[in-house]
């Protein structure tokens, strides 16, 4: 693109671009160029890519600033807890039955420590141009049954009904990265299912499409609490999340792994009754979104 600044009126146009340019490079975007100019003539369409640029570039800090907060506040909250009870040990008065309750906490919280910073390096990876992602050829209905063989321990404890109707299904995805997905969203369904509950995981193949829909009756959430439950650090019960060692970055992983495949993931719940997670994969693959 050739500017020629010959008028007044364009050597105007061109400091005031200048000048907009180095404050959005110094990290400053509350940048709004009012200047007035024909928006299909050079100059106009410069301003106008300029004043966009700088509104999702202060969007994206704001993103980042709250990504900080909140990675400061998840781990704070463990941290303070390992703190408070290491220091209650140096009591030399303790009972047998305290110090091994106090133990027990600080071996939890250090857990959710390490879960939390394992999903952040997580979501890092599947977020950049370099993770690995290696479709191929694989039956989705033996991959379900696999995952919910892992996590019978869970699911017999409380005697939740598991049931399972799955035909055959061959997908071509990245197996490793799908198995994250089942193995936390039925772990999800299995945490907040009462004791001797339901959990149901059917698939039905469409012609181009696969959708898995795995259904608990479990506490469900409210409508607003759906809108979010998939953004970082979200959760739409904190005081059983954290009794439950949960960080609030699983589903966000979830979903930036179905993304990845080109599929969708939605979730349909009612309070106090159940919830349902839908994820609807392509049978074949294209190319690695991100």
Not at 184 to 210: A, E, M, W, Y
Request: glycine share 6%.
């Amino acid at each position: 693109m050739t500017f020629i600044i010959g008028s007044k009126r364009q050597r105007y146009y061109w400091d005031t671009i200048v000048d907009a340019l180095r404050q959005i490079a110094k990290g400053d975007f509350n940048v709004k160029l009012d200047v007035k100019a024909n928006e299909e003539d050079q100059f106009g369409k410069l301003i106008s890519g300029i004043n966009d640029m700088a509104i999702e570039l202060g969007e994206m800090e704001k993103m980042r600033q709250e990504f900080i907060s909140n990675v400061s506040h998840e781990i704070q909250s463990p941290l303070t807890s390992i703190n408070g009870f290491a220091k209650a040990l140096k009591n030399m008065n303790l009972t047998d039955e305290k110090r091994f309750r106090y133990l027990t906490i600080i071996e939890m919280e250090s857990n959710r420590l390490s879960k939390i910073s394992d999903n952040l390096l997580k979501l890092t990876s599947l977020e950049s141009q370099h993770h690995p992602f290696e479709p191929k050829q694989y039956r989705l209905d033996k991959q379900l049954r696999s995952v919910v063989l892992a996590c019978e321990p869970s699911w017999l404890s409380k005697n939740i009904e598991m049931d399972i109707q799955l035909e055959n299904v061959t997908l071509v995805a990245d197996e490793d990265l799908m198995n994250q997905v089942w193995m936390n969203l039925l772990s999800n369904s299995i945490k907040f299912t009462p004791n001797g509950g339901t959990i149901r995981i059917h698939i039905t193949k469409q012609r181009d499409t696969v959708t898995t829909s795995i259904t608990d009756t479990g506490i469900g959430m409210s409508e607003e609490d759906q809108k979010h439950i998939f953004e970082r650090f979200f959760k739409a019960d904190l005081s059983r999340t954290v009794s439950n060692g949960g960080s609030g970055l699983g589903l966000s992983i979830v979903k930036k792994i179905v993304d990845i495949h080109h599929g969708t993931i939605s979730v349909q719940s009612k309070l106090g009754k159940e919830t349902v997670f839908l994820t609807t994969m392509p049978l074949e693959q294209t190319e690695k979104s991100q």
